[in-house]
């Protein structure tokens, strides 16, 4: 039972992180509307920008398309980026096409001569 773990914190809209217990609060994503986990304190090194509205923060990743905060928002950190009890996500595995490619008859080839026969 670790309920007490989700309570006061709910209760403003924050959560911790179920990690490193880092008090984390949610920007709603204005375009997917799926709600981003930040630091609690805004941090101008971040690149989500949101707004108060209401009790929530709703606002945007930074993108080319949208580079910058807009008038009204603050930026916050994602706390992704600096949860120290995340694991990293690990960097997409390198593929050695050609050495792959190598290892296997052709795929065609192999289809080809245990269907048609
Ligand atoms: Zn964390």
């Known amino acids: 039972m670790v309920r007490y773990r989700r309570t006061p914190a709910w209760r ?9 217990s880092t008090p984390i609060t949610f920007v709603i994503n204005e375009a997917t509307g799926r709600r ?20 929530n923060l709703h606002g945007y990743v930074l993108s080319k398309a ?6 009204g928002y603050r930026s916050y950190m994602p706390h992704a980026a600096t949860c120290p009890d995340r694991p990293r996500p690990k960097p997409a595995p390198k593929r050695p096409e050609s050495q792959q490619l190598g290892l296997f008859d052709p795929p065609d080839n192999h289809h080809r001569t245990e269907n048609d026969t």
């Open 36 to 55: 981003i986990p930040v630091n609690v304190l805004p941090d101008g090194a971040g690149n989500v920008a949101a707004m108060k509205i209401g009790n």
């Open 66 to 71: 949208r580079p910058v905060i807009a008038p």
């Open 12 to 20: 403003w809209g924050g959560a911790e992180c179920d990690l490193c």
